[in-house]
């Protein structure tokens, strides 16, 4: 069914003074009912090869209108924020123009999915509580369990559809996330694009928090509106009741850069997703501004918990060589709200943004592409927006990150930003995660791909401190080469950078990235999966100094505990046992430790699974070693 309605369109400009007006538009919305189609138990599923056969002779996908339209609009970049005639030299990894807070703290770091021959690496990663993660790229899927430090399960985005027919085999651009209220986990992907006759929007909802556990497998048609239209670059986030998907339609036979149509919402029911019964849904379409479709929807979910029933999306001029303006939209009821409606609000930012530069690479012709500035990631606390998006930075003219604040998001909303950018290097693909820790903190990690002249691609964070101030860029994993895969001048370098905040431990985020990476003689893209946590978060830290030379055994525990020391004169020693964020769990010892080899051993039936720290100090205050003791249920 559909059905046609009104919409109040709401503009602010910002300046001498506040001035109002509005206009009536015209939305569609039609509402369907999907499946169940299928479902598999992902432990089940047999080994997958994930046989791959691939030519890389240029950028796919529509690449001759692709690169003949951004050439227009990057020279005219280049021309207006022109980059030195010089090399700038590399700064300290401070963002430009703001004071310094304390840096994160990386607490691991590890390599992520194996590149498969499919460019960009579009990284994407959700964690549970209990520490399931789960990564994945445009061909494939990796299942952890970081508690036990393990590697559960690989496999395609191809194998995980397995329980679909009749959708096409090009399968790429993954989005996951995790329900914090409902324990679950959904994942989203597209099956076949302007190449294919059919395209699909394929949604996994897990059926039980465990992620190895039995997942419902549903099909959202790509052409929706029946236009001969296909489905490219979603993005997703949850309310209490529902998931939003955002994503464009595009004609086919050509580029999604060219081809443009309109941005789509899809409104979906997911605790039916989660029981695998039919699912209900509603489709926003013809969204517009001033005659005009807003292009590139990023829902905004909740910082520190799921909002509803209402949704807010962000979106701006993406393909512009400088503006101001920013769309904030609205919709404002659930699935069984016959008076749902969509608003839109045209903010005036300040600074602005603009179409990124293609990122240069050290020691060669070979540029990474930025394409344009849309909103790539946001998060909604206490009523302010933050977002992130690709930018030019006006001062070097190279590319660099905006980050943005909207406040008074409900009622009179004001946007400003902040350009990221570091002498000497570009940056690109940014996301962002709430890590605050008090009711009215607006503390943030953000996540992003840098290069340079000189710096191979790689992964980078810093923290913002919510009142203006941003850390040190820390390098999460730096390059080791170059990308060179395409033939020609472009290559990718991602168009995601995955992250979340873990909600049972505030300030702790995770990030998957993408960075140049080298196996032989091939030049390729690498994913790099972290752990960070703000500064201002309860932590571990041990001191510069001395530390214990230790053996600890066995670890994972499953019910006894020992460690050997070597002491090389006596000493008084605290023996703590502290959860993962430092609070303390037990204090098994407090006095004097004779000088030479020594040991501890304790039971842990009384101590709960998962990951718990041992930490020794001395009566200087002194930290003299920390270690993880992973508990395993028998």
């Not at 169940?36 to 209108?65: A, H, K, M, Y």
């Not at 699935?335 to 409606?341: F, I, T, V």
């Not at 977002?387 to 905006?402: K, R």
């Not at 006596?570 to 964020?581: D, G, N, Q």
Request: net charge negative.
């Amino acid at each position: 069914m559909r059905k046609k309605a009104l919409y109040l369109l709401t503009m602010i400009m910002l300046g001498s003074g506040l001035h109002l007006f509005s206009q009536e538009y015209t939305y569609e919305t039609q509402h369907a009912r999907f499946g169940p189609i299928g479902s598999l138990v992902v432990e089940e599923i047999e080994e997958d090869w994930q046989f791959r056969l691939n030519q890389f002779p240029g950028i796919t996908e529509g690449n001759r209108t692709y690169r003949q339209h951004l050439v227009h609009l990057k020279r005219e970049t280049t021309a207006r924020f022109p980059r030195p005639a010089q090399p700038v030299t590399r700064g300290d990894r401070r963002v430009m123009g703001t004071s310094v807070t304390p840096d994160p703290t990386i607490l691991r770091s590890f390599k992520g999915n194996l590149f498969s021959n499919s460019a960009p690496n579009d990284n994407t990663l959700a964690i549970s509580n209990d520490g399931q993660l789960i990564s994945a790229i445009n061909t494939n899927i990796y299942f952890y369990n970081v508690i036990e430090d393990t590697l559960l399960k690989t496999m395609s985005l191809n194998n995980f559809s397995s329980p679909l027919t009749g959708i096409s085999q090009h399968q790429y651009d993954p989005k996951l996330l995790y329900d914090p209220h409902e324990d679950r986990f959904i994942l989203v992907f597209l099956a076949g694009a302007s190449s294919d006759t059919k395209t699909d929007i394929i949604v996994g909802f897990s059926e039980t928090e465990d992620m190895m556990g039995k997942w419902h497998v549903y099909s959202l048609p790509g052409n929706p509106l029946d236009d001969t239209s296909w489905t490219d670059f979603p993005a997703i986030a949850l309310s209490e009741d529902e998931l939003f998907i955002t994503v464009n339609l595009l004609d086919y036979g050509t580029s999604w850069q060219t081809s443009f149509k309109q941005s789509i919402v899809w409104q979906v029911d997911k605790m039916a997703g989660y029981r695998g019964e039919m699912l209900d849904s509603r489709l926003w379409s013809d969204i517009v501004f001033d005659g005009v479709n807003i292009r590139n929807l990023n829902p905004i979910q909740g910082a520190n918990k799921l909002y509803g029933p209402n949704m807010y999306l962000l979106s701006n001029r993406n393909f512009t060589v400088y503006s101001d303006s920013v769309f904030l939209l609205e919709i404002t009821g659930n699935l069984r709200d016959h008076d749902a409606a969509l608003r839109i609000t045209c903010l005036h930012t300040s600074p602005g943004y603009g179409a990124p530069p293609d990122a240069r690479q050290p020691n060669t012709n070979k540029v990474l592409a930025t394409n344009d500035a849309r909103v790539l990631g946001g998060f909604l606390y206490n009523n302010v927006i933050q977002f992130v998006a690709n930018s030019i930075d006006t001062t070097t003219g190279g590319a660099a990150v905006y980050h943005g604040k909207i406040t008074n998001v409900n009622q009179n909303p004001v946007s400003t930003g902040r350009i990221i950018c570091e002498p000497g290097l570009e940056f690109g693909y940014p996301n962002i995660a709430w890590t605050g820790n008090t009711l009215f903190s607006q503390q943030a990690m953000i996540g992003f791909n840098h290069t340079g002249d000189t710096v191979f691609p790689g992964v980078s964070a810093l923290f913002y401190d919510g009142a203006g101030g941003y850390s040190n860029r820390m390098v999460i994993k730096e390059g080791e080469h170059l990308i060179s895969i395409f033939q020609g001048t472009y290559e990718r370098w991602g168009d995601y950078t995955g992250i979340q905040r873990v909600y049972n431990q505030p300030g702790r985020v995770w990030i998957a990235g993408m960075y140049g990476d080298r196996v032989g003689l091939s030049r390729r893209l690498g994913t790099q999966i972290a752990e960070l946590v703000s500064p201002t978060a309860e932590k571990p830290v041990v001191q510069e100094g001395r530390k214990l030379d230790a053996a600890l055994y066995p670890n994972p525990v499953v019910d006894q505990f020992g460690m050997e020391f070597f002491l090389e004169e006596p000493e008084i020693i605290s023996i703590e046992l502290r959860s993962i964020t430092g609070q303390k769990i037990h204090r098994f010892f407090e006095g004097m430790v004779p000088a030479g080899e020594n040991s501890l051993m304790f039971s842990t039936q009384n101590l709960a699974q998962g990951v718990h720290l041992l930490w020794i100090t001395n009566d200087k205050g002194e930290v003299l070693f920390t270690e993880r003791v992973i508990k395993m249920v028998p």
